[in-house]
């Protein structure tokens, strides 16, 4: 397993090591001891999630606040996306900074992100089933959002606007400046 961590201290990039064969292939997508002896600190992680998505399907850019802020380890599945995390802890020198990191089921690789982090993504492929684990449980009333094309953040999504597809939600979502943190 190889971890980088990016520009945004906390946030890590994890390649499995991949085995092949005549078979197939494998690798340990989760390791807990190796994974917190990576990045330096214990992680519990309390609920899965899996999702489907159609190209140009944007799930952006949301967190949950307070006490049930989570960590997520994201991957995909199936297909390909581009994964953002943008730093919203107040006293980061990077607050307001996003890494975007390609996902595939082809390169394998993963996101760790930390609390006080909004996370989305894009599908780039037709499909794309992605999966995340988190550290938190769901909570609703905790949910928070910054919507997905805020100036002040400037994502490239990489597909042009008419081609993305949006939840009512997050189509609604507030401007980072406008955000509950
Ligand atoms: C996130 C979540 C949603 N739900 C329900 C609520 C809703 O009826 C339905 C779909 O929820 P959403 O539209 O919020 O799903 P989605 O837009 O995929 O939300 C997710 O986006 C990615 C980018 C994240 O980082 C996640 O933390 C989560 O916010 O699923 C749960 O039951 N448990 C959960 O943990």
Known sequence: MKVTETKLKGCYIIEPRVYHDHRGCFFESFNQQEFEAAIGEKVDFV???QSCSYKG??????????????AKLVRVLRGRVLDVAVDLRK???TFG??????LSDENKKQVFIPKGFAHGFITLSETAEFFYKCDSFYQKEAEGGVVYNDPDINIDWMLPKDEIILSDRDASLPKLKDARL
Do not use: F, M
């Open 97 to 102: 900074d996003y890494i975007a990191v390609e």
């Open 91 to 93: 006293d980061s020198p």
């Open 47 to 49: 609920q899965d999630n």
């Open 57 to 70: 399907v944007v799930r952006a850019l949301h967190y949950q606040v307070g006490a049930y802020a989570q």
